[in-house]
């Protein structure tokens, strides 16, 4: 039933867009020539380095900081959109004219620069680069390809492979449709509409070949050769090719194949992961590039394999057992999930009607032997074929992100591996320049120099540098974000148009809403089960006190999307919705919808607490907590993921409980008490506890403490490093 409606809703808007006369494009251009002083902006524009410099996001601000807020931080929507005025007001403007250059001169240096900023050492060089194969890429908001942890994950490895100059091709989907948009009806019940960003200005090239021809791949699919079309993005010096299968020579199923993110049904799905997989490599080849290593970045790529498989037999002529075997060598795996559930599993009668006959018959495989590739007992025919069984054996290495994830997962996979399983781990990480509020960045250079992202590498030298900030700065800086966190907030909250759309947010006074003196606690994630937003609630009573305490309050944020097909999902999101006390509750707890990077990136800047509360050991790493804790936003958490690693006693809270076994229900129960405890008596204590000068010095010793420690850590240039040196290295 679910699934039927979310399928039909698809198809819905989906033919309708269809009717649309902009139904494919041939390009990507802003249909207008600039100003020659400000030229430079549009091929700025088409570089998301812009997006992780202060001054690049600036440039375009400043070009109409109105139309920027309309265009929702739309570098080239903006192009398009500011008037022809303000376009020659700004090319008139001799200060904003040097910006624009000055800023595409370090563009351009950016871009020449030849030397690795780390050893990657032989096999692998700009002839024979890492290939990154990846389902989502949260790079920019402008840039709708992602639905979240995953995606946002994948952009900034690019970011940080670019930032170290280490030789890295991308490879995803151009999703038409993206991941949905989120709004809360008066019902307090998701909705859920998409955007075609076929209809946008999105900063990507369609790829030309050697004859001046669109790039294209074919990938038989439901019988069919279907074509796919490439479109490159540019993240700093890293390219990211997108496949796209909305072309007029494919039938109009055909055509939605890349349509929504995570959309549709099991077989969307399989025909997704074949273009993502098997086009992928078509493409890199007819791209000339030939990678030393196939990083497969959850499963969804996993096809891949097959392919590069069916590339050796063709070429030597070997079985296919020789041929996975080599083609396994170039492959490295990072799964995601500390749950069998969570990862996708195809029934063999589906994979059967996608994968032709004649394509298994190249591989040299039978039915059979394929479908028990994806199984944990290869010979148990009533198991499915899940992609993280098939990834794990057809690659030479498997990771989980984070040591705790990486111990799970040999756990959970043990069987395969007869007891002596080889998955290993790599924490993830964030990239500092795209996560760090601009405030602290031009803080950090002014203080620290331009270079401050490179010390973030060594940690004893980010030590010495993060010793160079007074307390003042700091809790000035904090208190600008959160002033700037609690604008935002209530920019949202306010009645607005949003066409027939039905929203919560209807606000016509906001002045009463937060206080910049109060406590602030941020809570943003996927609303899913093992994440627990109801522990939260689970004392109503206990927690409106601590909204309604009259000398030493806490305020609350919420954030994040359920999934459309999870009905219990949303009616936790209803019910904290429904939350209408005779307390302050209306003014100091705020959810505000739609949660993506830019509220992320609003939220991690401007708290003064990030929470955590996962059941575990279901939380794989989580990185929103990275992201806060660069920003001296405090964590608390339960001890899971990448928390085990980061907490060092003094850099945020720990909620611990003595329940060690025991039932689900139980363990809740003991870690909301521990939960609401730490709070009581220990957070909101030191938060208040303010020094004749009006600054919470102790509070400020653990935000320096948790800059300090934590930014190097959960680096993704440490992650990255960590790839290169480890992993991509044979
Ligand atoms: C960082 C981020 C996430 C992942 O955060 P978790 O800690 O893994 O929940 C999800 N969505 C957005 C928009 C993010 O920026």
């Known amino acids: 039933m679910q699934e039927l409606s979310s399928d039909i809703q698809e198809s819905m808007h989906a033919t309708s867009a269809m009717t649309r006369s902009d139904e494919f494009r041939q390009e990507f251009a802003i249909g207008r020539e600039l100003p020659s002083a400000l030229q430079a902006l549009e091929r700025i524009s088409m570089n998301f380095f812009w997006s992780w410099r202060p001054e690049g996001v600036e440039l375009f601000q400043e070009l109409d900081p109105a139309l920027w807020q309309v265009h929702e931080q739309h570098p080239r929507a903006l192009l398009r959109n500011v ?9 008139a403007d001799a200060e904003y004219v040097g910006k624009v250059e000055r800023f595409a001169a370090e563009l351009d240096t950016y871009m020449a620069a030849t030397e690795a900023k780390i050893d990657v050492g032989t096999d692998i060089s700009t002839d024979a680069p890492a290939a990154y194969f990846c389902a989502e890429y949260g790079v920019h908001n402008s840039l709708p390809n992602y639905s979240g942890g995953l995606g946002i994950l994948a952009g900034d490895h690019l970011k940080s492979a670019s930032d170290l100059n280490v030789p890295l091709v991308a490879v995803g989907l151009f999703y038409r449709f993206g991941y949905f948009r989120q709004n809360i009806a008066h019902d307090g019940w998701q909705r859920e509409h998409y955007l075609d960003i076929f209809q946008s200005d999105t900063a990507v090239e369609s790829v030309i070949g050697e004859s001046d021809e669109r790039v294209t791949v074919a990938v038989e699919i439901r019988g069919r050769e279907v074509l796919a079309q490439a479109w490159k993005a540019q993240v700093g010096r890293v390219s990211l090719y997108l496949l796209d299968t909305n072309l007029p020579q494919n039938q109009e199923t055909d055509r939605l194949i890349t349509g929504h993110l995570y959309g549709g049904n099991a077989e969307t799905r399989i025909v997704q992961e074949k273009v993502l997989g098997i086009g992928g490599v078509r493409l890199l080849r007819k791209l000339e590039i030939a990678p030393a290593v196939y990083h497969l970045n959850e499963g969804h790529s996993a096809f891949l394999t097959l392919e590069l498989a069916r590339e050796q037999i063709i070429e030597t002529g070997s079985t296919f057992a020789e041929a996975a075997g080599k083609a396994g060598a170039r492959c490295v795996f990072t799964t995601h999930t500390p749950v069998a559930a969570g ?25 059979e032997e394929f479908f028990a590739l994806g199984r944990v007992e290869p010979d148990n025919v009533d198991e ?6 098939f990834a794990l054996r057809m690659t030479r290495s498997a990771n989980g992100v984070s040591e705790k994830h990486g111990e799970v997962s040999r756990e959970l996979w043990a069987e395969m591996f007869d007891g002596s399983s080889p998955i290993t781990h790599v924490t993830n990480g964030v990239h500092p320049p795209t ?9 950090f250079a002014e203080k620290i120099g331009n270079q401050w992202h490179e010390k973030v590498r060594d940690a004893s030298g980010w030590a010495t540098a993060v010793s160079l900030l007074s307390d003042e700065d700091i809790w000035h800086e904090h208190l600008r974000n959160k002033n700037l966190l609690i604008a935002f907030l209530r920019e949202r909250s306010k009645r607005r148009e949003i066409g027939l759309r039905d929203t919560i947010n209807e606000r016509l006074e906001t002045s009463d809403l937060f206080s910049a003196d109060v406590l602030t606690i941020g809570f943003a994630r ?67 919808e739609d949660y993506d990077q830019e509220v992320a990136r609003y939220l991690v800047h401007g708290v003064d607490v990030w929470m ?11 990185t929103s907590g990275m992201k806060a804790a660069m920003n001296g936003v405090l964590n608390l958490s339960i001890l899971d993921g990448w928390w085990i690693e980061g907490d060092n006693g003094i850099n945020g809270f720990s909620i611990e409980s003595d329940v060690a076994g025991g039932d689900e229900a139980g363990i809740d129960v003991a870690e909301a008490e521990a939960f609401y405890s730490k ?22 010793a653990r935000m320096r403490n ?11 240039d440490r992650m990255v490093s960590d790839y290169f040196q480890r992993i991509y290295k044979k």
């Open 83 to 91: 008037t022809e005025l303000r376009l020659w007001q700004k090319a």
């Open 343 to 367: 990862n996708d599993v195809f029934q063999p009668s589906l994979l059967r009607q996608c994968f032709s006959d004649s394509y298994l018959s190249e591989l040299k495989l039978t039915e």
């Open 384 to 389: 499915p074929f899940g992609m993280t069984p």
């Open 435 to 443: 996560w760090i509020a601009p405030g602290f960045q031009r803080m």
């Open 526 to 592: 996927r609303v899913a089960q093992y994440k627990r937003w109801d522990l939260l609630l689970s004392d109503l009573e206990r927690l409106l006190k601590l909204v309604d305490h009259p000398e030493r309050p806490v305020q609350f944020l919420f954030a994040g999307k359920a999934h459309p097909q999870d009905d219990t999902a949303k009616r936790i999101l209803q019910e904290l919705m429904s939350i209408n006390h005779d307390s302050n509750w209306q003014k100091r707890a705020v959810f505000i």
């Open 612 to 622: 955590n509360v996962p059941r575990r050991p279901y939380e794989a790493s989580g």
């Open 679 to 700: 709070l009581e008596d220990e957070i909101v204590p030191l938060f208040y506890d303010k020094g004749g000068d009006g600054s919470p010095h102790g509070w400020i």
């Open 706 to 716: 948790s800059i300090e420690t934590l930014t190097p850590a959960f680096s993704s």
